[in-house]
Nanobody, 125 residues
Framework: VQLQASGGGLVQAGGSLRLSCVASGRTFRTYAVGWFRQAPGKEREFVAGIRWSGTGTFYADSVKGRFAITRDNVKNTVYLQMNNLKPEDTAVYYC???????????????????WGQGTQVTVSS
Protein backbone atom coordinates (compact mmCIF):
# COMPACT_ATOMS: atom_id res chain seq x y z
CA VAL A 1 0.00 0.00 0.00
CA GLN A 2 1.32 3.44 -0.93
CA LEU A 3 -0.17 6.59 0.54
CA GLN A 4 -0.15 10.08 -0.96
CA ALA A 5 -1.17 13.00 1.23
CA SER A 6 -2.14 16.34 -0.27
CA GLY A 7 -4.20 19.45 0.34
CA GLY A 8 -1.94 21.39 2.65
CA GLY A 9 -1.23 25.06 2.29
CA LEU A 10 -1.16 28.48 3.92
CA VAL A 11 -4.35 29.71 5.56
CA GLN A 12 -5.28 32.42 8.02
CA ALA A 13 -6.45 31.60 11.51
CA GLY A 14 -10.12 30.68 11.45
CA GLY A 15 -9.88 29.29 7.94
CA SER A 16 -10.34 25.78 6.62
CA LEU A 17 -8.44 23.17 4.65
CA ARG A 18 -9.24 19.67 3.52
CA LEU A 19 -6.46 17.12 3.37
CA SER A 20 -6.67 14.00 1.25
CA CYS A 21 -4.87 10.70 1.60
CA VAL A 22 -5.07 8.60 -1.57
CA ALA A 23 -3.95 5.00 -1.42
CA SER A 24 -2.97 2.40 -3.94
CA GLY A 25 -4.12 -1.17 -3.47
CA ARG A 26 -7.57 -2.59 -2.95
CA THR A 27 -6.77 -3.78 0.58
CA PHE A 28 -6.66 -0.16 1.75
CA ARG A 29 -10.41 -0.19 2.13
CA THR A 30 -10.02 -2.74 4.95
CA TYR A 31 -7.39 -0.71 6.82
CA ALA A 32 -7.64 1.63 9.77
CA VAL A 33 -6.30 5.06 8.84
CA GLY A 34 -4.90 7.78 11.02
CA TRP A 35 -3.75 11.35 10.52
CA PHE A 36 -0.74 12.56 12.46
CA ARG A 37 1.15 15.83 12.54
CA GLN A 38 4.58 17.04 13.49
CA ALA A 39 5.46 20.64 14.21
CA PRO A 40 9.05 21.90 14.13
CA GLY A 41 10.92 20.85 17.25
CA LYS A 42 8.04 18.71 18.49
CA GLU A 43 7.24 15.03 18.48
CA ARG A 44 4.76 13.60 16.05
CA GLU A 45 1.26 13.51 17.49
CA PHE A 46 -1.96 11.76 16.62
CA VAL A 47 -4.75 13.89 15.17
CA ALA A 48 -7.63 11.65 14.04
CA GLY A 49 -8.39 8.08 13.08
CA ILE A 50 -11.10 6.20 11.21
CA ARG A 51 -12.02 2.55 11.08
CA TRP A 52 -12.12 0.69 7.78
CA SER A 53 -15.92 0.91 7.61
CA GLY A 54 -15.95 4.64 8.28
CA THR A 55 -18.38 4.18 11.15
CA GLY A 56 -15.86 4.65 13.94
CA THR A 57 -13.73 7.75 14.40
CA PHE A 58 -11.35 8.95 17.10
CA TYR A 59 -9.91 12.42 17.67
CA ALA A 60 -7.23 14.08 19.71
CA ASP A 61 -8.73 16.44 22.27
CA SER A 62 -7.00 19.38 20.63
CA VAL A 63 -8.98 19.02 17.40
CA LYS A 64 -12.36 17.72 18.59
CA GLY A 65 -15.19 19.80 17.21
CA ARG A 66 -12.94 21.41 14.59
CA PHE A 67 -11.63 18.51 12.50
CA ALA A 68 -13.56 15.69 10.84
CA ILE A 69 -12.13 12.52 9.33
CA THR A 70 -14.07 10.65 6.64
CA ARG A 71 -13.30 8.09 3.99
CA ASP A 72 -14.49 7.02 0.57
CA ASN A 73 -13.51 3.40 0.05
CA VAL A 74 -14.57 3.48 -3.59
CA LYS A 75 -11.99 6.19 -4.22
CA ASN A 76 -9.46 4.70 -1.79
CA THR A 77 -9.28 8.09 -0.11
CA VAL A 78 -9.41 9.37 3.44
CA TYR A 79 -10.11 13.04 4.12
CA LEU A 80 -9.36 15.34 7.00
CA GLN A 81 -11.59 18.41 7.02
CA MET A 82 -9.99 21.06 9.21
CA ASN A 83 -12.10 24.03 10.27
CA ASN A 84 -11.43 26.98 12.55
CA LEU A 85 -7.71 26.47 12.14
CA LYS A 86 -5.35 27.91 14.74
CA PRO A 87 -1.66 28.83 14.49
CA GLU A 88 -0.88 25.88 16.76
CA ASP A 89 -2.23 23.55 14.06
CA THR A 90 0.79 24.45 11.92
CA ALA A 91 2.66 21.23 11.15
CA VAL A 92 3.44 18.64 8.54
CA TYR A 93 0.47 16.30 8.37
CA TYR A 94 0.89 12.61 7.61
CA CYS A 95 -1.59 9.87 6.90
CA UNK A 96 -0.93 6.32 7.98
CA UNK A 97 -2.70 3.01 7.49
CA UNK A 98 -2.68 -0.33 9.22
CA UNK A 99 -4.55 -3.59 8.68
CA UNK A 100 -5.16 -3.99 12.42
CA UNK A 101 -8.26 -2.32 13.75
CA UNK A 102 -7.69 0.10 16.61
CA UNK A 103 -9.63 0.97 19.71
CA UNK A 104 -9.18 3.83 22.14
CA UNK A 105 -5.60 4.78 22.90
CA UNK A 106 -4.28 2.33 20.31
CA UNK A 107 -5.09 4.97 17.71
CA UNK A 108 -2.39 7.14 19.26
CA UNK A 109 0.14 4.57 20.39
CA UNK A 110 -0.40 1.65 18.03
CA UNK A 111 1.77 0.84 15.06
CA UNK A 112 0.94 1.78 11.52
CA UNK A 113 2.45 -0.26 8.72
CA UNK A 114 2.20 2.36 5.98
CA TRP A 115 2.92 6.09 5.96
CA GLY A 116 2.46 8.84 3.44
CA GLN A 117 5.02 11.54 2.71
CA GLY A 118 3.35 14.43 4.51
CA THR A 119 1.78 17.73 3.51
CA GLN A 120 2.57 21.10 5.09
CA VAL A 121 -0.16 23.08 6.80
CA THR A 122 0.67 26.61 7.89
CA VAL A 123 -1.80 28.76 9.80
CA SER A 124 -1.00 32.44 10.13
CA SER A 125 -2.29 34.58 12.97
Amino acid sequence: VQLQASGGGLVQAGGSLRLSCVASGRTFRTYAVGWFRQAPGKEREFVAGIRWSGTGTFYADSVKGRFAITRDNVKNTVYLQMNNLKPEDTAVYYCAADPVSKVGSAWMTGTYAYWGQGTQVTVSS
